[in-house]
Every structure is written in C-alpha cells, then in structure tokens.
C-alpha cells in the first residue's frame, strides 16, 4: 500500500521537480560556453528545445490518461487499468517512431537550414540522429507519468524527474573532459531520458495491479485518446496564443520592442511554475472526485483557486508597485522606462492566467476536455485582432494590456463553463468575481500612478486588505482547511 501524502507535500513534490533542472542549467551553461564554445552550444540548445517539443508532442495523451486511470482506480475497475495503460503507451511509443524517424530522414534538410560551419556538418548530423533514436522515449515519458500521478506517486515521478531534468543540463557537461563534440554531448542528453524513460516504466509496472487484466480492446482506448485529442487543441492553441503577441510586435512595431516586451515576460512567466506544480496534483484528485460523485470537486476547486491567489498575488503586487525600479537595477534605465508599465500588464496577466488554471482542470476532470479546447480556439481571433489594433496605437504597452484582458476574458469563460459542468461551484463564484475585479482595479490604478512614493501607498494599502482577505479564504474553515492539506491527492 503506497503512503498517503497531503495535496500540499505533493506540490512541494512538484514544485522542486520543476525548480531543480533550472537550477543545474544554470550553474552548467558558463561550464558548456568555455567547453563548447558559441556554436556548438547554440546547436546543443537546439537539441534542448528538441528534447523539450517531443516530450510535450504526447497528442494530450499524457493528461488524458491520467484521468482515465484516475477515474478506473476511483470506481474499482482495477482490472481495466493495465490495458488502458499499456496501449496508451504503445501509441505514444509508436508517435515517437514515427516523429524521431521523420527528423532522421530529414536531417540534411534540417541542416540545410542552419547557419553550419562546413567542419562541424558531420559533428550535428550524429547529434540529429541521437535526438531522433531517443524520440520515442521522450513521448512515452509523459504518458508514463502521468500514471504516476494518477496513482498519487509524485514522489515517484519526481525521483526520476529531477535527476533526468538535472542530467539533461550536467550531463553534456560531464563528458567535456573527454571530448567537445556536439554529438557526444547530445549522446548523453539522449541517454539520461532513455535512462529515464525506463525506469519510469519499472515504477508503473510496480504500481499496476497484478493479475486479472483484461485484453487489450480498442474501446480501452477511445476515451483516453479523444480526451487526449482535445488536450492538444487546447494546447496547440494555446501555445499560439503565448506567442503571437511577439510576432506582431515584430511585424508592427520593431525587433527591439520585442525583445523590451519579451525580456521581463520570460521572467514574470516563471511565477506561473507555483501553479503548474499545483495543477499536477489537483488534476488526477478532481478526477477521482468526480468519479465518487463527491463534493469534494467544489472544495477543490476553491480550494485551488485560494492556494493559487494567495501564493502568487503578493509577489505580483511587489513586483508591479516596484516595476520601474527592479527593471532599472535589472537591465538598466533605458529598458525600464521603455518595459515598465508593460511589466506592471503581464504581472496582472500572470495572477489571471493563474487562476485560470483551476477551472481548466476541473472541466477537464469532469470530461470536458472539448469545452476547454474551444475556448482557446475562439480567443485567437479576438486576441489577434485586439493586439492588431493596441500595438498599432500603443506599442509594448498596448500588447501587455491585451494580453491581461484576454486573461481575463479566458478566466470569466472558464469559471462560467465550469459552473455549468459542475453543480455546487456556481455559489462560489461571486466571492472570486469581486476579488478579481478588486485586484485588476489595483493594478490598473498602480500602473496610472508615476511616482514610487505613490505607488508604495497603494501596495501598503493592499497589503492592509490582502491580510483579512486571506484570513477571510482560510480562516473561516480552518479545520476544512487543515483536512483538505493532510488529504492524500489520490486514494
């Protein structure tokens, strides 16, 4: 019988499994640039953000099969789980054949493309090839964690995690002594994530249950890979929603303003890793909930809405009031006055899309992974043409300000999609309309205020009512509260 473990010690899980690759890619870049040099590592960054592509190009089945298993293990079809598993991973492996065998057929082309000194040709043709034999690894990954989750095992997942995501980036660092061939570096990345991939594979088999599986039928898998399908329009659409506010910065304005647009939004970006960590463990446990028919989906759902506002709100409030002086320490005075207000924008953007989070898991959870694909697929009409017209006017400015109002548009639709799918969370919604109304006003009235003495009056007045707010969200059920942290995420 695996441990239980709170919701909260599972995040934690999560949150370090995020935060420790990040950190070996830091202290291993100086060391790769000297050993490298310039255009070699520019190559192993591309194979970086090959390795990256292929692991999330699952086709939404890593998420999907999450809840499936969820679902099974909550209803005590214990003997349906193996096959659903081990078919969903069978079409994953079989995604990565056919991606990582398209990449090697066509790898003089894809050298064609790249700016390549004649001697190093043969060098980054090998590292195309290891990239594409590990290809099919990397999709199984996903899928195979995703049953980690749902089992409630993120200690688990997250004992490969931070060791593979820490050898992706130390790894063709330790081979420097030996050689500074690309390919060589790019040979270790690829063995750290077949490494990986195995023993993610020994931990799941270790989980399934033993005996009494049923064959394998076409209709274990329908569920899993239509769920699966609109995960990855909504996706899809949404990574094009991240970054088509750059493409018309470029195409409207200049190269320069993008990179005063993107630089501060790489990093604001990073605050959304507190709620992707909670995101993991709440998927598969409103997955459970709704397959008991228990009211906990409500408390879940509020109380991801809670855990997310109350983390990420006062980091975001410090960070707005504070724009132009943390920018022009930074990046210097130039860049502030040219990002600041834009910066106090996406700060706003970042708490909403955030939030935004929890009602895109619960609908999801509830088997209505469609509603959530259409609703990015609608915004990006809305999105473009807004940006069109507030990045011809405005600039920068005009780009981060549509930006949060599509945030807030997506987070109002999802809340009202989900109050329609489920029963008992159209109550709690007034209470999350004022606070977020409350807290864009703030925003807005922080972004129209020049001075710093002005806009540290408005940050020590919300922090005057921001702590009976939190008091208010946790305080008046504490014992719920306290339950809710020592529940394990997944029974």
Same mark, same amino acid.
């Given at each position: ?149 749902? %089992? ?16 992706? %980036? ?322």
């Amino acid at each position: 019988m695996p441990p239980q473990r709170s919701i909260a010690t599972n995040v934690a899980f999560n949150l370090f499994g995020q935060l420790a690759p990040a950190a070996a890619a830091a202290a291993s870049m100086p060391w790769l640039l000297r050993g490298l040099g310039p255009e070699r590592l520019g190559v192993l960054s591309l194979a970086w953000v090959a390795v990256g592509a292929f692991t999330l190009l699952d086709f939404g089945l890593g998420r999907s099969l999450t809840l499936e298993v969820a679902r099974r293990r909550a209803t005590g079809d214990q003997a349906g789980i193996a096959p659903v598993v081990y078919g969903t991973v069978l079409l994953l492996a079989a995604a990565g054949v056919v991606l990582g065998g398209t990449l090697a057929v066509f790898r003089t082309g894809v050298l064609a493309q790249l700016s390549i000194p004649p001697a190093l040709h043969d060098d980054v043709r090998l590292a195309i090839t290891g990239v594409a034999v590990a290809a099919p690894f990397m999709t199984m990954s996903a899928g195979l964690r995703g049953v980690l989750d749902a %089992y409630g095992r993120f200690d688990l997942s997250n004992a490969v995690r931070i060791p593979l995501g820490v050898l992706t %980036y130390l790894g063709p660092a330790l081979v420097l002594p030996y050689t500074t061939s690309v390919a060589a570096a790019v040979a270790a990345l690829a063995a750290a994530r077949v490494a990986g991939t195995i023993a993610l594979l020994v931990l799941v088999r270790a989980q399934l249950p033993a005996g009494g599986h049923q064959p394998l039928r076409l209709r274990h898998l329908r569920d899993v890979v239509t769920a699966g399908w609109w995960m990855n329009v909504a996706g899809l659409a949404g990574a094009a929603l991240a970054y088509v506010d750059r493409l018309v910065l470029g195409r409207l304005v200049s190269l320069s303003a993008v990179a005063y647009y993107a630089t501060p939004q790489e990093l604001t970006g990073k605050l959304t890793v507190v709620p992707v960590a909670l995101s993991g463990v709440l998927l598969p446990a409103l997955g459970t909930a709704d397959a008991r028919g228990s009211s906990d989906v409500v408390r879940l759902f509020d109380r991801g809405l809670t855990y997310t506002f109350l983390l990420l709100a006062p980091v975001a409030a410090i960070g707005a009031a504070l724009a132009p002086e943390w920018l022009a320490l930074w990046l210097g005075p130039a860049f502030a006055r040219e990002s600041a207000r834009a910066v106090q924008w996406l700060l706003l953007s970042v708490v909403v899309q955030s939030l935004a989070i929890t009602p895109l898991n619960l609908l999801q959870a509830v088997g209505r992974a469609h509603v959530t694909a259409w609703l990015q697929v609608l915004q990006l009409p809305l999105f473009v043409g807004g940006l069109w017209i507030a990045v011809s006017r405005y600039g920068i400015d005009g780009a981060a300000f549509t930006w949060a109002a599509r945030m807030l548009l997506d987070l109002a639709l999802s809340c009202w999609m989900s109050a329609r799918a489920s029963a008992g969370i159209g109550p709690r919604l007034p209470r999350w309309i004022a606070i977020v109304a409350a807290t864009a006003v703030w925003f807005v009235v922080v972004v129209m205020t020049p001075s710093l003495a002005a806009r540290t009056a408005c940050l020590l007045g919300a922090t005057a009512a921001f702590v009976p707010l939190a008091w208010r969200l946790i305080g008046d059920d504490l014992p719920a509260w306290r339950a809710f942290l020592s529940r394990s995420s997944a029974h």
